[in-house]
Structure formats: structure tokens, C-alpha cells
């Protein structure tokens, strides 16, 4: 079973939420706050797998609500945004600050479902054309990734990491195995010092590394 906090200062979204996540074998609703300075106790409290994270709250905002969590948490909840809009200064940073990836509210409950089990596996939900537009727009490159010397191989990764690509798929476009692909991975992380793949490719297009 799947523990989802809800976090969302209007009544509506928290109750949509939560009957769509509520009416899947698989998936509980654990908890509801309405403000970010809820989110770290509740998450204590609680122990959410996921945490659905509204990013404009009036005392919080979820941006902070999600630095606090990987901050003062040892294993943390995996953060899906839920935004009104796609192009949202708030979305980026809240991706730089550690959520896994984010959805639009409008989203359609199986989209909303199938993206909460996605990150509740420790993978990320990424829509790469729309992180190039919010980097684009939010974020100049700083050359971070640059000093990360990463491999030729690893760098091949990272670009297909930033296309969307999965492992299975990166690892047909490089004739490897996929446990290979898991390991460039996992070393790409560890040098960059992100939590995962979202970080990462955020990371990647602020650098430059990969052009926007």
C-alpha cells in the first residue's frame, strides 16, 4: 500500500485528491494539511510514501515545505508538484528543491494514479520539453555540471536522461544492458550530489550541459 499525503491549502483539490487516490487498491490517503508548515509534521507523523505538494501555499509555499523534508529527514517522502500551470516559476524551483516530478491539476485522475506509483518507486515523473522551457525561463546556467567530470559514457547518459529516455530505453540507443544504464545512473547522481533523475536533468540543462 501506497501512504499519500495530501498537501493543498483549497478544500476542493484536497477532496478531489483524495477520492481519486482513495478509490485505488493500492493506494491510501494517510493524512491532509492545508499549508506548508503542516507538511514536516505531518510526514513525521504519518510516514507518507509520497506527498502531493501544492507549491503556492499562503504561510509555506511547497518549494520550502520540500527543502524542509529532505532537510530534516532521513528518509524522506518522494514530492510530486501539483500545479495550476505547467510554466510556473514555483514548479522549477520545486523541482531544483527535490520533488520528483510535478502534474498539472487538470490532470486526469489515472495520470494523477499511475505518477504517484511512478515516483513512489524511486523513479522520476519528467516531461523534458516542459523542464527545457522552465530552465529556459528560470534558470541561467551556472556550469555545475561541468566540474562533476563526468565519463564520456556517463555524459551520453545524462543527454538521454535529459531526451526522457528510461534505462531500458538508453540502454537500446547504447547497445548495453540496463544494469549497466543503472550504474552510469546511479554514479551521475552521486557526482552531481542529486537525489535523482529529475534533479538531475534540471541540473543539466541549468549547467548548459544540455542546450535548451
Same mark, same amino acid.
Do not use: C
Given at each position: 500500500?501506497?501512504?499519500?499525503?495530501?498537501? +493543498?491549502? +483549497?478544500?476542493?483539490?484536497?477532496?478531489?485528491?483524495?477520492?481519486?487516490?482513495?478509490?485505488?487498491?493500492?493506494?491510501?490517503?494517510?493524512?491532509?494539511?492545508?499549508?506548508? #508548515?503542516?507538511?514536516?509534521?505531518?510526514?513525521?507523523?504519518?510516514?507518507? +510514501?509520497?506527498?502531493?505538494? +501544492?507549491?503556492?501555499?499562503?504561510?509555506?509555499?511547497?518549494?520550502?515545505?520540500?527543502?524542509?523534508?529532505?532537510?530534516?529527514?532521513?528518509?524522506?517522502?518522494?514530492?510530486?508538484?501539483?500545479?495550476?500551470?505547467?510554466?510556473?516559476?514555483?514548479?522549477?524551483?520545486?523541482?531544483?528543491?527535490?520533488?520528483?516530478?510535478?502534474?498539472? @491539476?487538470?490532470?486526469?485522475?489515472?495520470?494523477?494514479?499511475?505518477?504517484?506509483?511512478?515516483?513512489?518507486?524511486?523513479?522520476?515523473?519528467?516531461?523534458?520539453?516542459?523542464?527545457?522551457?522552465?530552465?529556459?525561463?528560470?534558470?541561467?546556467?551556472?556550469?555545475?555540471?561541468?566540474?562533476?567530470?563526468?565519463?564520456?559514457?556517463?555524459?551520453?547518459?545524462? #543527454?538521454?536522461?535529459?531526451?526522457?529516455?528510461?534505462?531500458?530505453?538508453?540502454?537500446?540507443?547504447?547497445?548495453?544492458?540496463?544494469? #549497466?544504464? @543503472?550504474?552510469?545512473?546511479?554514479?551521475?547522481?552521486? @557526482?552531481?550530489?542529486?537525489?535523482?533523475?529529475?534533479?538531475?536533468?534540471?541540473?543539466?540543462? @541549468?549547467?548548459?550541459?544540455?542546450?535548451?
Amino acid at each position: 500500500m501506497i501512504g499519500v499525503l495530501i498537501a +493543498d491549502d +483549497d478544500a476542493l483539490v484536497r477532496a478531489g485528491l483524495r477520492a481519486i487516490v482513495g478509490a485505488e487498491p493500492d493506494l491510501a490517503v494517510t493524512g491532509e494539511v492545508t499549508d506548508g #508548515t503542516e507538511v514536516l509534521p505531518a510526514a513525521v507523523r504519518l510516514r507518507p +510514501d509520497v506527498v502531493l505538494m +501544492d507549491v503556492r501555499m499562503p504561510r509555506m509555499d511547497g518549494i520550502q515545505a520540500t527543502r524542509l523534508l529532505l532537510e530534516r529527514l532521513t528518509d524522506p517522502p518522494r514530492v510530486l508538484v501539483v500545479t495550476t500551470f505547467a510554466n510556473d516559476e514555483y514548479v522549477y524551483e520545486a523541482l531544483r528543491a527535490g520533488a520528483s516530478g510535478f502534474l498539472l @491539476k487538470r490532470a486526469r485522475p489515472e495520470q494523477i494514479t499511475e505518477a504517484v506509483r511512478v515516483v513512489s518507486r524511486g523513479d522520476s515523473l519528467l516531461f523534458p520539453a516542459a523542464v527545457r522551457r522552465l530552465a529556459a525561463a528560470y534558470g541561467p546556467p551556472d556550469g555545475r555540471v561541468g566540474g562533476a567530470e563526468l565519463t564520456a559514457r556517463e555524459s551520453e547518459v545524462l #543527454t538521454l536522461m535529459a531526451d526522457g529516455l528510461s534505462n531500458a530505453e538508453i540502454a537500446g540507443r547504447l547497445v548495453l544492458g540496463v544494469e #549497466t544504464v @543503472k550504474s552510469h545512473v546511479a554514479n551521475i547522481l552521486g @557526482k552531481l550530489g542529486v537525489r535523482d533523475r529529475t534533479q538531475a536533468v534540471v541540473l543539466a540543462y @541549468k549547467s548548459g550541459f544540455v542546450s535548451l
